[in-house]
């Protein structure tokens, strides 16, 4: 038996190699077609090709709704349970009585803790975009945060209304010393649950990469075929660029849990390839996600809170209006509404809440606001055109497939 087994994995062996053999002299024409495959699929966008990319857009979303709910069907064990669970909450929380407190309270901090960790999510998987939330949603909160608190000697801020409007506490006496600690504690549960919204978004490389090694599959995926030709390369000159993307890959590879911590703990663009690499090594999921969701939701997010506390406490906000206003020229022009804006703010914080009495809002803040919504719906068109692409990129493996067929 151990023999007629040996004698049939040999025929196996040298048919695969012949197979890579014949892969390779056809490489350049299939990189050609699958280069022009991706540029045509680029195209399709909705400021070039508006009618097609809506066309495809409903097509897939229909695709993606028959698909999640066969994933459902097949698990609906759990999801019976899931809504049998929800219903009891619902009950729980329709009858009155003295547990209405509590269910408010968790409510109030479940949704809290759910919109940061989704915008954590949006942030890292990006659809294409390269929306960063931290610096359009998270950075401002801190900001504000901070600001408010040096104004008003507290960060016990009356809620209602925080968090979404902060106002200065009438109680003289919440007054307190406010330090870096101070405010850091004050935002730490939104950080931290952006940061691990984050590091929920880095899975999707890493079950691509870990699904693809196990099946032995080759997907077509632009990062994975860029690892792919970067492993095969890894001794010949690259330049800066795909040396630090090496440099990545080995750290990652070499040193496990320690060197997925050591990217995952800096602001490191490259950090997809790190999923990737772990998926493709087979690395344990845990030792992936546990050393992401600390280095993310706990070591770089104290980092990036505390560069945004620090960058905006009163002396170092006083100091740069003082420097704008001592720009030759122009300084004194660009100094007013930034003047503007900080008594604006000020002023608004020490008002009651709900008191419209406020000064007049900003133009700084209404630009802020502009930029917020084209940000937004820069963000649904990147999704309507990444789902097109994804339905001709289904098109285009169907009609590979009918080839290899014939």
């Not at 960790?117 to 945060?145: D, E, K, N, Q, R």
């Not at 000064?359 to 919504?373: N, P, R």
Request: glycine residues 6%; hydrophobic residues 45%.
């Amino acid at each position: 038996m151990a023999a007629n087994g040996a004698e049939c994995e040999q025929p196996q062996k040298r048919l695969g190699s012949k197979d890579k053999q014949n892969g390779s002299s056809t490489d350049p024409l299939l990189r050609e077609r699958k280069q022009q495959d991706r540029e045509e699929r680029l195209s399709i966008v909705l400021w070039k090709r508006p009618f097609i990319t809506l066309q495809y857009f409903f097509l897939e979303t229909l695709i993606t709704l028959k698909e999640w709910t066969w994933k459902l069907w097949r698990r609906r064990g759990v999801v019976f349970l899931t809504l049998v669970l929800f219903s009891l909450l619902a009950m729980s929380y329709s009858i009155e009585g003295a547990h209405q407190t509590y269910i408010q309270h968790l409510e109030k901090k479940f949704l809290w803790c759910a919109y940061w960790v989704g915008l954590g999510i949006l942030s890292s998987v990006g659809l294409g975009t390269g929306l960063h939330t931290f610096l359009l949603y998270l950075g401002p909160h801190i900001a504000s945060v901070t600001l408010a608190a040096y104004e008003c000697g507290s960060v016990n801020f009356p809620e209602p209304p925080y968090p979404a409007q902060i106002a200065c506490p009438e109680d003289e006496a919440l007054q307190e010393s406010i330090t870096l600690w101070t405010i850091m504690s004050k935002v730490r549960l939104e950080a931290c649950m952006w940061g691990a919204g984050t590091a929920i978004g880095e899975l999707p490389p890493y079950f691509m990469a870990r699904a693809a090694r196990l099946s032995g599959a080759d997907p077509d995926d632009e990062d994975y075929e860029e690892f792919e030709e970067m492993l095969e390369q890894a001794q010949s000159s690259q330049d800066f660029a795909s040396r630090a993307k090496l440099a990545v890959q080995n750290m990652v590879q070499k040193v496990g849990f320690f060197g997925i911590l050591a990217c995952a703990s800096i602001p490191n663009p490259l950090f997809d390839l790190a999923g990737i690499t772990c998926g493709h090594f087979l690395i344990p999921f845990w030792t992936f996600f546990g050393a992401t969701l600390i280095g993310k939701a706990i070591i770089k997010m104290h980092i990036q809170k505390l560069f945004v506390i620090i960058t905006f406490s009163k002396h170092i906000v006083e100091q740069m209006v003082s420097l704008i206003g001592a720009i030759p020229g122009v300084g004194a022009s660009l100094q007013k509404p930034f003047r503007e804006y900080l008594e604006a703010q000020r002023a608004k914080l020490h008002n009651p809440a709900g008191d419209s009495s406020a000064a007049g809002e900003s133009w700084l803040s209404w630009v802020f606001e502009k930029v917020v919504l084209v940000m937004v719906f820069y963000f649904i068109l990147s999704i309507i055109n990444s789902m097109a692409q994804s339905y001709a990129k289904r098109l285009q493996q169907k009609k590979y497939s009918e080839e290899k067929t014939k």
